[in-house]
């Protein structure tokens, strides 16, 4: 089937400019493909642009840390594309009515809408509190059901889709999807090669559900619909589905297969169709909806005579003593829970601690790590901010190119965004900063000491910057410094910290003056030992957290 396209008004010199724009770095970008099993170079379908479709929330109950790691992970992904100069259209939808959502409404006493709208409200306001980048287009699954129902109809003239009537002729409201008339089906999960690029995919094969495993899956509970007897093969599943006797009469929309809802999949292949037209970059998701989600959703898309993303990409989840956080195994923090007890900024750091393909295990001990490196951070940024006169503004760390960032930062970004690697060279442009700051005062060339110091300082906070975690930047600036509890330089932890080690640094300095250098380099041993590097300048000693 040829596809019908808009017109489009291509302005060249726009297009020369928007190439223009973008880092030389942008070449050496390389990343993952679930499709294919294998990392590689990244070519965008339009020049200087990314176009990335990332299914959103479910909003049947609060947010937990489990799916915030998903939108923090794409966040990043997508604050890498901008940092290499493309401009980039990121799509997250919100899937506001379904099967949990219609029960839960009912069982509090809710209306379906109300329900889903109050959880959708607490999903933005994770989103905001932990600094992701709102969406270039937020759609709501209930205000596509034009689209949704013209897919449709494409899906069946072109053969690929049936309506299951009753008795009398008449269409039930029960539309499938015919995967033996699609030959590509499997594509996505079902890998004909035993080879696999390495062990994350190895990992990700194991425990993300697919095609190769069927069966009963606790972590994606199998839709009603797709139970029925009616299907020609047990394969098909539903793009549009006949109500149950309890949907309230406002959850139900006619079309000319019958009243009904959406299938679980149809939503997504039209809101991307809606807004990124055909092929994309970029579909993006957790693990868990590898399959049948995105399976499906490929397959009905390209049935309907419209290409399909050209790279899916998924993120692993959050493991707690390893198995998936969830509500529906019991072991989901709550948002707001963590946040009582940590700063926003050091959940952020911990969500985005390790690659997004990596499952990401969670525990006291990454809230620990995350806050050690706030501390880090915080202190050397303010130092630096103070010896060289005021922290540089905020549109200078933002314009900072990817082609000026330190190189071992742009190449762990360019492997298939490694923010271990990334974050591996942030501190060690700040080990390198506090070694100038240290030897500040001893420097002749003053000016240029300061210069240095300034550099090393913009390239830290635009390293921060990609990866959403500058603390002079927007959410944690309102919310002082990085947010919440224990958070910024004038945090209760680090006045109280400050002020034991001002009071170990004291009874050094009254060592020294007696001659008691036993009991001196034993403090500062002990000092050490706790973490943190006591540096002498003229001015006095100063403390960093090594």
């Not at 479709?53 to 992970?73: D, E, F, K, L, N």
């Not at 689209?147 to 009753?166: A, E, F, P, R, S």
């Not at 033996?180 to 390495?198: I, N, R």
């Not at 190119?401 to 442009?429: E, K, W, Y």
Request: proline residues 5%; aromatic residues 8%; charged residues 25%.
């Amino acid at each position: 089937m040829t596809n019908t396209q808009e017109p489009q008004n291509i302005n060249i010199s726009s297009v020369a400019t928007a190439v223009d724009a973008v880092a030389s770095a942008a070449a050496d970008l390389k990343l993952y493909d679930t499709a294919s099993h294998a990392v590689s170079n990244f070519t965008p379908i339009k020049p200087g642009q990314v176009g990335m479709y990332v299914c959103g929330a479910t909003v049947q109950s609060s947010p937990h840390i489990g799916h915030i790691r998903a939108a923090v992970a794409f966040d990043v992904v997508r604050r890498w594309f901008e940092r290499l100069g493309y401009k980039v259209t990121f799509v997250r939808n919100v899937t506001d009515i379904d099967d949990k959502i219609l029960d839960k409404a009912a069982a509090a006493g809710q209306q379906w809408w109300e329900r889903a709208y109050i959880y959708e409200r607490e999903f933005t306001e994770a989103y905001n509190t932990l600094g992701v980048e709102p969406p270039t287009y937020e759609p709501r699954a209930t205000g596509h059901m034009i689209d949704m129902i013209d897919l449709i109809k494409q899906i069946i003239d072109n053969g690929h889709g049936y309506v299951v009537t009753d008795e009398n002729g008449n269409p039930t409201g029960n539309v499938y999807f015919d995967v033996a008339s699609w030959p590509h089906y499997g594509e996505l999960t079902h890998q004909k090669q035993t080879a696999v690029a390495d062990a994350a995919s190895e990992v990700a094969d194991a425990m993300g559900p697919s095609v190769d495993n069927a069966g009963n899956d606790k972590y994606n509970p199998v839709d009603p619909a797709d139970m029925s007897e009616d299907k020609h093969d047990p394969r098909d599943f539903a793009l549009w589905k006949a109500p149950k006797d309890s949907d309230p009469l406002d959850a139900r929309w006619n079309t000319p297969f019958g009243t009904g809802r959406p299938g679980w999949h149809i939503e997504c292949s039209a809101m991307s169709h809606r807004y990124l037209k055909d092929m994309f970059d970029i579909h993006g998701g957790g693990l868990d909806l590898r399959f049948p989600h995105h399976e499906n959703e490929m397959a009905q898309t390209r049935a309907a005579g419209y290409d399909s993303a050209a790279r899916w990409m998924h993120s692993a989840w959050v493991t707690a003593k390893g198995e998936k956080m969830s509500k529906s195994l019991g072991n989901g923090l709550s948002v707001p829970t963590v946040l009582a007890e940590n700063s926003a900024w050091v959940v952020r750091y911990a969500l985005g601690s390790v690659q997004y393909r990596s499952m990401l295990e969670w525990s006291d001990q990454t809230l620990t790590e995350a806050q050690s490196a706030y501390d880090r951070v915080s202190n050397f940024i303010e130092r630096a901010g103070a010896a060289v006169g005021g922290q540089p503004p905020r549109e200078e760390i933002t314009s900072i190119s990817a082609d000026d960032l330190p190189a071992d930062f742009v190449a762990a970004m360019n492997d298939d965004i490694n923010v271990s690697g990334a974050s591996a060279a942030i501190f060690t442009a700040i080990r390198s900063g506090n070694t100038l700051l240290s030897k500040l005062a001893d420097r002749v060339d003053s000016d240029v000491a300061k210069a240095e110091v300034r550099a090393v300082l913009v390239n830290v906070r635009a390293m921060l910057d990609t990866l959403g975690l500058d603390p002079l930047a927007e959410p944690w600036v309102s919310e002082g410094a990085a947010g919440g509890a224990g958070s910024g330089a004038d945090s209760a932890e680090h006045t109280a910290l400050d002020r034991l080690v001002s009071e170990q640094l004291e009874e050094r300095a009254e060592a020294r003056k007696a001659k008691d250098f036993a009991r001196a380099d034993a403090i500062r041993d002990a000092l050490g030992a706790a973490g943190i590097t006591i540096e002498d300048t003229p001015q006095g000693p100063t403390w960093t957290l090594k």
